[in-house]
């Protein structure tokens, strides 16, 4: 069976968590910039409005897949608006390297600043990407929205002192830590609750030999794969969707089981959204990854802790097994990984790359590599009652 150490479904930052991010009408903080990639027609990059100006801040990654239709809107909308008193500027932290990478492949034409060391995303509180903050020409914050609603109008709309019409995006942290009340009247040794959430991003977590899941911000479909432990690539929806809705899960079972805390996760979703689940072996196209033959292999890591991190593109890991790298790129390459690669131990591990070319020369760089073959995965088949 495979091992899920983590879930992420949203494009999420690493920001402090429980710092009250600026909102409307507060003063905007200091905008920093590490490197200019593409300067405006000034040759730097406007990080403060000017008077009568108004500043549109765009925070991105070239890894976070809505934020290059975001970034082309947005550049719709500096045309439109080209001649009036309004700057634009992006903001990604990532590396200059990994951003000239990307732009040799992508055209973009707003301009373009790092935030390596994140210090502008964390004094806007900058948890999800893509996120418009719009700075009216007194400082203060107009708008703090999704890109994909910023009109023209409603820029103009600022620069004359009115209500821009813009919905206020406001980011809810998947909590991890929460448990469901008790009465207080017993002990109880199993539980699976499932409850609505209001978190604009998902996770879910299960502590190898806690017996104990917790997922919040998670749309049905998420919690289908955690609790069978298969990846969206290997499930067969038989044409039946559950929707966009977002729930957290608290499924605790006795013992400190995991196996039977996903079991019990699995009936109650079940039970509650109507469908029956199989898991069945078929033949299919896949990649295998494996070592590259005569490649200096990974050396196992000295580190005491393990660290796992993996984004759109790119993976940083200490002592991190390679079932997490194999699970990693499965859902990036949108068809079964089949690891085969023999190596069992634990891996200091640093992957970056801008799209499927530079992603398979990273791969070689650490001695391996994805082959096309034909094994057989197990699939997980659903069918509604």
Same mark, same amino acid.
């Given at each position: ?56 801040? $765009? ?6 897949? +809505? ?28 590396? +200059? ?120 911000? /998670? ?84 580190? $005491? ?16 097994? /390679?079932?997490?790298?194999? /699970?990693?790129?499965?859902? /990036? ?53």
């Amino acid at each position: 069976m495979l091992t899920a150490l983590s879930v992420v479904a949203a494009v999420v930052m690493s920001v402090s968590v429980g710092v009250e991010p600026p909102g409307v009408g507060d003063l905007a903080p200091a905008i920093e910039v590490g490197e200019v990639i593409r300067a405006d027609a000034g040759g730097g990059v406007v990080t403060e409005p000017s008077e009568g100006r108004v500043l549109v801040v $765009e925070f991105w990654a070239t890894w976070c897949g +809505p934020c290059l239709p975001a970034m082309a809107h947005l550049g719709e909308v500096a045309e439109a608006l080209r001649g009036e008193p309004v700057d634009f500027v992006t903001l990604t932290p990532e590396s +200059p390297e990994a951003v000239r990478t990307f732009l040799e492949r992508h055209e973009l034409t707003l301009p373009i600043a790092t935030d390596s060391d994140e210090a502008t995303f964390g004094a806007y509180g900058i948890r999800v990407v893509p996120t418009t903050v719009i700075i009216a020409a007194d400082g203060t914050i107009a708008a703090r929205t999704r890109p994909t609603e910023v009109t023209a109008d409603s820029i103009r709309a600022i620069l004359a002192g009115k209500e821009p019409g813009l919905s206020e995006r406001v980011d809810v942290v998947p909590n991890l830590d929460w448990a469901p009340e008790t009465t207080g009247e017993g002990e109880v040794y199993a539980q699976v609750v499932i409850d609505a959430s209001e978190a604009t991003s998902s996770r879910a977590k299960l502590k190898p030999g806690s017996g104990l899941i917790t997922a919040d911000g /998670m749309p049905v479909s998420s919690l289908v794969t955690f609790a069978w432990d298969v990846p969206h690539g290997r499930v067969d929806w038989g044409g039946h969707s559950f929707g966009d809705e977002k729930y957290r899960v608290y499924a605790r079972a006795p013992g400190g089981e995991d196996d039977l805390a996903r079991a019990m996760m699995g009936a109650a979703l079940k039970a509650k959204f109507g469908f029956d689940a199989r898991l069945e072996d078929r033949s299919v196209a896949c990649y295998v990854l494996e070592p590259i033959p005569g490649a200096e292999q990974l050396r196992p890591s000295e580190a $005491e802790k393990g660290e796992k991190m993996a984004y759109g593109r790119g993976i940083e890991a200490t002592a991190a097994p /390679m079932e997490f790298v194999r /699970m990693w790129f499965e859902s /990036m390459a949108g068809k079964p990984v089949i690891d085969e690669t023999g190596l069992e131990g634990l891996y200091d591990i640093e992957l970056e790359w801008a799209d499927r070319e530079t992603m398979f020369e990273s791969l070689a760089g650490i001695g391996l590599r994805l082959r096309e073959a034909e094994r057989e995965a197990a699939f997980l088949v659903i069918t509604p009652r």
